[in-house]
């Protein structure tokens, strides 16, 4: 049986870096497509700016490689990923054309399925210039994007995009609402910090560690039929020693509208729809200790 093959854009940044690794244990060949070359290279890596059509539709050709197996998929994450950190125009410019031109390009190679990555940036209130409470908890789906932040926004019109390209070409394109990103290492610089609970406010203490976003990839380009929606993945739990339920009282105490009981120190956004479509399951959860 060949091998499957996979793109991964962004693939020299942070959660690109495990993706990688999990389709390559998952027998995968992967190439990444990105605009430098990564710290520790796992894969080969095709240098391309993805903001160029003709840059992304090359990269993206089976003949580019000198394999002409089709790709199983391509899995989005090349971005800037953070709101306040470049110029507003450059990271509307940048998120922006690259998801088209990626999606775009998807649709001329005849490559069928891909994931893009949104983020819980899109509803609005980790980079509103005044914090507001989620109308609800834990946020899900459904809940409003409300973004007042050009990085969100690029996260809303992301999403825009994909509903375009699959109504188009017929692209599966899930497009995850990804929590905070933790690789190992972050998780001790995080519990050093249980003490100022207001450091995570923003992300409503949400996590997800790299390799279960990773698993979560996978999932989504190894389905068929699963069409195109955002989806929300975050852990279970919190990255909070405390009870969601304190979280709620000491930092939320407008939120009077719950969808669910929140327990112990369940999560604030919710995977459940993840679980339901893909059967995605966690397997790393915060340490304590
Ligand atoms: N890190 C998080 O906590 C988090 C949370 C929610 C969503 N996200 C999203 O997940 C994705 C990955 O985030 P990350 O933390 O790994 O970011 P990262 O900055 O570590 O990696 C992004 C990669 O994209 C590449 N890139 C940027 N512009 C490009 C272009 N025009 N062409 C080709 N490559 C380009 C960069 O060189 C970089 O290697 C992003 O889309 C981000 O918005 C991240």
Request: hydrophobic content about 40%; proline content about 6%.
């Amino acid at each position: 049986m060949p091998i499957p093959r996979i793109l991964v854009t962004g693939g020299s940044g942070k959660a690109g870096h495990w993706i990688i690794q999990h389709f390559l244990e998952s027998g995968y060949d992967v190439i990444n497509v990105d605009t430098r070359r990564p710290a520790t290279p796992l894969c080969r890596t095709i240098v391309a700016d993805l903001t160029q059509l003709g840059q992304t539709v090359s990269a993206f050709s089976a003949h580019s490689t000198g394999n002409r197996a089709p790709y199983a998929g391509v899995v989005h994450m090349a971005a800037i990923p953070r709101a306040h950190e470049q110029p507003n125009d450059e990271i509307f410019r940048v998120n922006n054309l690259s998801t088209y031109n990626v999606l775009e390009a998807c649709g001329l190679l005849g490559i069928r399925k891909a994931v893009i990555a949104s983020s819980e940036s899109s509803y609005g209130y980790c980079f509103a210039d005044r914090f507001f409470a989620p109308h609800y908890l834990p946020v899900d789906e459904a809940h409003p994007q409300l973004p007042e932040d050009t990085y969100g926004l690029t996260k809303v019109i992301n999403e825009l995009t994909a509903a375009m390209f699959h109504r188009r070409d017929g692209t599966q394109i899930l497009s995850f609402r990804i929590g905070n990103v933790v690789c190992p290492e972050d998780y001790a610089p995080i519990r050093a910090r249980f003490d100022q609970p207001e450091d995570r406010l923003r992300m409503l203490w949400s996590y997800i560690d790299a390799r279960d976003l990773a698993s979560a990839c996978r999932l989504a380009i190894e389905q068929d039929g699963l069409g195109c929606e955002p989806v929300i993945i975050a852990a279970d739990d919190t990255s909070s020693s405390l009870t969601t339920e304190e979280l709620v009282k000491r930092y939320l105490p407008g939120t009077k509208t719950f969808k669910r009981a929140l327990t112990g120190r369940d999560a604030l956004i919710s995977n459940a729809r993840l679980k339901a479509l893909l059967g995605w399951r966690q397997a790393h959860f915060f340490p304590l200790t």
